[in-house]
């Protein structure tokens, strides 16, 4: 048993897995707050990782601020999907959303493609570029970043939602979004709340996703994809569940990387998302209502 | 439907016959042959499939591969590809149709993505991320389609069967109970309609005609590549079915328009390209939550101008 591999193999899969947590908790949290899955979650985290790079390529900012206006940038955009959507009122159905979000995605692309003329972007790590060594296996110091932010945001959540009168609306919304709209509470606002969060969550996923690999205009499609295998297999809408499935979808990718096939690594994400789908489609964490016709 | 169909594919070339002209044609041949399958699903059963890029590549490969590594003959290749694409849905079908609508349309998402890795990965068997060279052309009894012309004839006319067949299913007891099923499931199952065998017809036919226009492709180009069937050719069909009314009658032709005018303004605006064409989709949902088709036929029977079975499907 090759030790420094198997490390080797876990770290990149953590390191990796965190930001695929981050995605799949954002694709949880519009589908409580709007019955709809997000589209354009992957190009939230395009943009964090994207617009990062380009502040300090720009104005040579200390990295954590580089970071923090990336992460605003992409709020602004999840707001800016709410209001594009929802703004005038036609809009309203579970479907129609995500075939609106699936417009925005391509919009978003469109825009950065244009912005950044195609360009290729990197961050360096945020906590140095020495490597970590343990065990024989090197792993970037960007992974403790990485797995650190995904727990908090995991935790933070959990908490938000079962604590805060905000949170509560937002988990009760995923249970029954007629009834709590009967109580007052507005549609939009809730879905306001649902885009804004999960475009923080993935413009930090991005910022902390740079440092391990590059990303262009086009990095978004994938990754967002395999967030939302992660969603799945973890249980689309819990917190803990995305954290599971981010995780284990990383580690599963890196394993296949490691011993046997890279070029087939991408295709992990879409077949563990076929077996969740044909055997556990509510997931690992998801309650076990029927999902069935 | 037909008969407009008709009408377009004869007169089109007609007008403009140059080579250039006669290859935008057969392009708007291929949309609608994809299309119209799709709408078999997507419309009529009312499931959206984002497997039919999918289901195209795996046509087009199926027939190249046959055609240009196992020697197959270009006939027999361009039959097997929609039986393979056919095959390919029933195994899907079986084992997600059971599921709840969205979570379908999840199952063929991973399908159509897993695919198109599959085309770009396996190259040993496809070529890989260049693609497949040196499909032979199509031969029938000695006659080569080599010609411009005698390519477009063959995807018309192919076109053409498609849109009588979509037109012949949606009027039958099966595309009726289609309809009914996708109204009111519960009304539907109690009069005796079974859910599940329905959609797998819907499905498996939609790949069918997949399978179909992935053929004409591998033999029109001859020469498939990955790119072709990427996940935004995937959205890109459903949003063109979307916009065009999924469901209704008109849609494929409406979609294929709108896709072959998207292909020719591609080349000269490939920058703007997904910006154009998120905005357009973005003001059509807005616009026409039911499609144009579907706003179309709900103007006609607010007017009191009875829908015909046109209008109905």
């Known amino acids: ?293 | 439907m037909p008969v407009v169909t008709a009408a377009l594919l004869v007169l089109a070339p007609l007008f403009m016959a140059t080579d250039f002209a006669l290859s935008i044609e057969l392009r708007f041949c291929i949309w609608l042959i994809l299309l119209t399958g799709l709408n078999m699903i997507n419309g009529l059963a009312g499931m959206t499939s984002l497997a039919q890029a999918g289901f195209f590549g795996l046509g087009a490969y199926t027939a190249g591969i046959a055609a240009a590594k196992a020697g197959v003959p270009p006939l027999v290749a361009f039959l097997i590809a929609p039986l393979v694409t056919t095959v390919a849905a029933l195994v899907i079908g079986a084992m997600s149709l059971r599921l709840r609508a969205m979570y379908f349309t999840m199952a063929t998402l991973g399908t159509g993505y897993v695919l198109y890795l599959l085309f770009g990965r396996a190259a040993d068997l496809t070529g890989g991320p260049n693609g497949l060279l040196g499909i032979p052309p199509l031969s029938v009894a000695g006659f080569e389609f080599t010609e411009p012309i005698a390519l477009y004839l063959l995807g018309a006319v192919l076109a053409l069967i498609g849109t009588v067949v979509a037109h012949n299913v949606a009027r039958s007891r099966t595309g009726r109970a289609l309809r009914a099923l996708g109204t009111s499931e519960p009304a539907a199952v109690a009069s005796g309609a079974k859910a599940f065998p329905l959609r797998m017809f819907a499905f498996a036919l939609s790949a069918f005609f997949a399978g179909v226009a992935g053929a004409v492709e591998a033999f029109d180009a001859r020469f498939v590549s990955p790119s072709t069937f990427d996940f935004f050719t995937a959205v890109v069909l459903v949003v063109a079915l979307a916009v065009g009314g999924a469901g209704t009658a008109v849609a494929p032709l409406i979609g294929a328009g709108l896709l072959t005018a998207l292909d020719l303004f591609a080349a000269d605006f490939a920058d703007y390209e997904p910006l154009i064409m998120g905005i357009v989709f973005l003001l059509a949902i807005q616009l026409f939550p039911r499609g144009v088709g579907g706003a179309l036929a709900a103007r006609m029977a607010h007017r009191g101008i009875r829908p015909t079975r046109e209008d109905a499907g």
């Open chain 1, 1 to 293: 048993m090759n030790t420094a591999l198997l490390l080797q193999v876990l770290f990149a899969g953590l390191s990796i897995g965190a930001v695929y947590t981050l995605v799949a908790v954002g694709f949880g949290v519009v589908w409580g707050g709007t019955g709809a899955i997000n589209f354009a979650q992957g190009e939230y985290v395009m943009l964090g990782g994207v617009v990062a790079a380009v502040v300090l390529e720009l104005w040579g900012l200390p990295l954590l601020w580089c970071v923090l206006i990336a992460v605003a940038v992409t709020g602004l955009a999840g707001l800016a999907t709410e209001i594009a959507i929802l703004g005038w009122g036609r809009v309203r159905s579970g479907e129609a959303i995500t075939l609106a979000t699936i417009a925005i995605a391509v919009i978003l692309k469109g825009v950065v493609m244009l912005a950044t003329d195609r360009q290729t972007y990197g961050l360096p790590s945020f906590f140095g570029d020495a490597p970590l060594r343990i065990g024989g296996a090197s792993a970037s110091t960007q992974m403790l970043w990485n797995l650190g932010t995904a727990v908090l945001a995991v935790l933070l959540l959990a908490a938000f939602f079962r604590t805060t009168r905000r949170g509560t609306m937002l988990r009760a919304a995923a249970d029954d979004r007629e009834v709590l709209q009967s109580f007052g509470v507005s549609f939009r606002s809730t879905a306001r709340w649902a885009f804004v969060l999960a475009a923080l969550l993935g413009g930090l996923a991005g910022a902390g996703l740079a440092p391990l690999t590059v990303m262009s205009f086009d990095s978004g499609t994938l990754l967002g994809l395999k967030g939302f295998a992660a969603a799945m297999l973890g249980g689309l809408g819990s917190p803990y569940g995305a954290l599971a499935g981010g995780l284990l979808l990383g580690v599963a990718e890196a394993a296949v990387a490691g011993y046997g096939a890279p070029a087939y690594a991408d295709a992990v994400a879409f077949v563990v998302l076929l077996v969740v789908l044909f055997t556990r489609p509510t997931g690992l964490f998801g309650q076990a209502k029927v999902a069935r016709v």
